[in-house]
């Protein structure tokens, strides 16, 4: 409180601080630093979160320092945000609509709000305002890893938890990341998938979305690796083609990969535009039977598709587990429970028991795999 | 310059040669785009037999017929010297509309059409109305209704995204379905394109059009109704570009709030590329039409060559350059031309 009352005007001193981090001796940027602690401590007293949280949150601010404590038991009143790659994305929508219902479970309100595109710096000024509204914690599917960096470290100095989902921002940037599923894992997974339909022979090729998908390409890179291994000996990509998940486009390029290689036995697609699109053009085309598809792909997206024979199997994670996680480790961090160290435990609902992994990782589990058995389970 | 504005009897000869000089000319460019379209198809052809297999001629028609809608639609705008940028925004409506509007009930494939153009033809009231009576630059106003469409069916949709299987049987086979061989798409485009030219070309209201591209000081001069007409041409273009949502549900079954997203500029391309001059008075919808046929084949036709996707924007953007440096080099010898004839 004195190093408060010594300074002019505690907001002009945040402001900078924010603005011109870099230009500010270390020892200042310190000082700044512990303001900000003192002021997050008084602005929390008064802001009307409960007043247990008060002390915690002042020791936890640095982050690094802190302790987890994971008896600690889960605060009531936590204030979520969830901030979505932009907000007509229909999978980011029953991912935070789920992260929103646990926030419920335990006592917690929950939020999404986010940009209508889903360009680099659109989440900025999003996040400037939920810091503003002292959110407890920001979940957020960056768009960028490197644009929301700047704003995100502004809120994990005042103590909002920052927990990124779907896409990662840099590591540096966030204090745990949501991983659906490892990137090794679905991308290993799609070609044993295929190679199983197809008996491990014949050409493929897959259908992706953009040419620099940061995500698509990393999924990519493991199934090139996997069908390196001999069990494939008789299969060989032939080709990877962009769609730009775009209908006309996608579909444009299946025809071309369709006509161009004859020999063509199977086709993946990692993307949930993409595999629609080639299963639309596939369903209705002299080459239904006579091709496989297989990819990512939402239930109700694929249901008339796998309904009607065009697609045996395709996979996903379940994005309702996904938000669902992203808001019990929002929690287990704003309540203490875990540092976003690796090794630490907790509890993630009906969930059960997860692991922070390296790199403050937590990775919700293999994909599932719909077919015609079970997709009538499943609404997303 | 095309117009047929009454004009005192000596100069009738003149005008009458002056007049197929200029058919001629744009025949010329119309023929010369589907002369680029067969080399490119048979090109295609020899290096790909499968490319005009049964189903490769089918898909290559099925691929242009939406684009086709959207720049006959486009071009009667255009051709007034004005532009409509709000196509893409109204086709991702449209369809939304309608996707919406059939899920889980089958209401018959008539009424869902239907649905698409009272969608569509609202919008283009709107923004025909802004820019005829309001007098805002067409630019402006259509951007503006760009975002402002767009933003409403974002609101609207909330990530909610109509599926395949909500779609009825009814409204699929029109996207799939053929008569005699032919797929329906492209049959419906070639209706209302032929429509359409068969209005530009004969009755007056059409010649009118061209008039106000043309010269709008000189048609406001002539008594042309030129607010009425710019107007209608929003309408058109607008009941167009949701008469082509309703057929892109119809196509793709799966429909979220972005579709069509970007779409306003391959339009624009098409029209241009196709001959419709973009400072209006000029072009027609069959050239229109061969340019969205043109631009859609370069897409499918690199993709069965195994030529990587992005140089077909390359293609369509050197395309369209040189279609507009080549309606300059036309005009001005053109002018030159036409100048050495009266003065004889």
């Not at chain 2, 027609?284 to 046929?293: D, H, N, Q, S």
Request: some cysteine; proline content about 4%.
């Amino acid at each position: 409180m004195i190093q408060r009352s010594a300074l002019p005007s505690p907001a002009t001193t945040l402001k900078r601080g924010a603005a011109r981090r870099g230009h500010i001796p270390r020892h200042r940027a310190a000082a700044t630093a512990a303001v900000v602690c003192a002021l997050a401590v008084t602005l929390a007293g008064c802001g009307g979160t409960t007043k247990k949280d008060t002390d915690n949150s002042g020791k936890a601010d640095s982050g690094s320092g802190a302790k987890a404590n994971p008896d600690a038991p889960l605060k009531k009143g936590l204030k979520f945000a969830f901030l979505p790659k932009q907000i007509n994305n229909p999978y980011l929508k029953i991912l935070d609509t789920s992260g929103i219902g646990a926030a419920r479970e335990f006592g917690g309100k929950g939020k999404e709000v986010g940009p209508s595109d889903a360009s680099a710096s659109s989440q900025v000024s999003y996040i400037n305002t939920l810091i503003q509204q002292r959110q407890d914690a920001i979940l957020i599917a960056a768009n960028d890893p490197n644009a929301v960096c700047g704003p995100l470290k502004q809120a994990m100095k005042k103590n909002i938890k920052v927990v990124a989902y779907d896409s990662d921002t840099a590591p540096a940037c966030r204090q745990l990341f949501i991983n659906q599923a490892s990137s090794e894992e679905i991308g290993r997974s799609q070609v044993q998938h295929l190679a199983k339909q197809l008996d491990y022979k014949g050409e493929i090729a897959i259908l992706s979305a953009t040419q620099n998908a940061t995500n698509q390409n990393t999924w990519i890179g493991f199934m090139k690796d996997e069908l390196k291994k001999p069990a494939y000996k008789n299969m060989k990509l032939v080709k990877t083609v962009y769609g730009d998940d775009d209908d006309q486009k996608s579909f444009q390029e299946t025809q071309g990969l369709l006509k161009a290689y004859p020999k063509l036995k199977g086709i993946i697609s990692p993307t949930t535009v993409g595999i629609a699109a080639a299963a639309r053009y596939i369903s209705d085309s002299s080459y239904k039977g006579k091709v496989v598809l297989n990819g990512l792909g939402t239930p109700n997206q694929m249901r008339k598709y796998i309904k009607d024979g065009t697609v045996e199997q395709f996979a996903l994670w379940d994005p309702k587990k996904l938000g669902y996680l992203g808001s019990y480790a929002a929690a287990a961090l704003a309540s203490g429970q875990i540092t976003g160290a690796e090794g630490e435990k907790f509890k993630a609902g009906k969930l059960g028991e997860y692991t922070v992994g390296k790199n403050g990782e937590i990775i919700l589990g293999p994909p599932t795999v719909f077919d015609k058995s079970n997709i009538d389970k499943f609404h997303f | 310059m095309t117009v047929t504005v009454e004009k005192p009897a000596p100069a009738a000869e003149t005008e009458r040669s002056a007049r197929s000089l200029v058919d001629a000319v744009f025949r010329a460019r119309e023929i010369s785009i589907a002369g680029a379209l067969v080399l490119l198809v048979l090109f295609t052809w020899v290096a790909e037999p499968r490319f005009l297999n049964d189903q490769g001629v089918k898909d290559l028609l099925l691929n242009a017929a939406i684009l086709v809608l959207l720049a006959v639609g486009q071009s009667v705008v255009v051709i007034t010297r004005n532009i409509d940028l709000s196509v893409g925004s109204v086709v991702g409506l449209s369809a939304f509309a309608c996707g919406k509007f059939v899920s889980g009930t089958d209401h018959g494939v008539l009424t869902v059409l239907l649905l698409g153009v009272v969608v569509g033809a609202v919008c283009g009231l709107v923004s025909g109305s802004l820019v005829s009576f309001g007098k805002v630059p067409a630019l402006v106003v259509t951007l503006g209704m760009l975002y402002i469409i767009q933003g409403l069916d974002y609101w609207w949709a909330q990530g909610e995204q109509i599926n395949a299987a909500d779609v009825p049987q009814s409204v699929l086979d029109l996207g799939s379905g053929s008569v005699l061989g032919l797929p329906y798409l492209p049959l419906i485009s070639i209706a209302v394109l032929a429509g359409t030219a068969y209005v530009l070309r004969t009755y007056r209201s059409g010649r009118e059009l061209y008039a106000i591209g043309s010269s709008p000081e000189a048609a406001r001069l002539a008594g042309v109704p030129i607010r009425r007409r710019v107007l209608a041409a929003y309408l058109f273009s607008g009941a167009v570009s949701g008469f082509a949502g309703a057929l892109w549900l119809a196509r793709f079954g799966t429909v979220v709030a972005d579709n069509a997203h970007g779409w306003e500029l391959t339009v624009v391309s098409a029209v241009v590329v196709g001959g419709v001059a973009i400072v209006g008075g000029t072009g027609t919808v069959w050239g229109a039409a061969l340019g969205a046929l043109l631009l859609t084949t370069i897409g499918s036709a690199l993709a069965v060559l195994k030529v990587d996707s992005f140089w077909a924007d390359a293609i369509a953007g050197a395309l369209l350059l040189a279609a507009i440096s080549v309606d300059r080099i036309v005009n001005v010898r053109m002018t030159r031309a036409l100048r050495k004839r009266s003065a004889r």
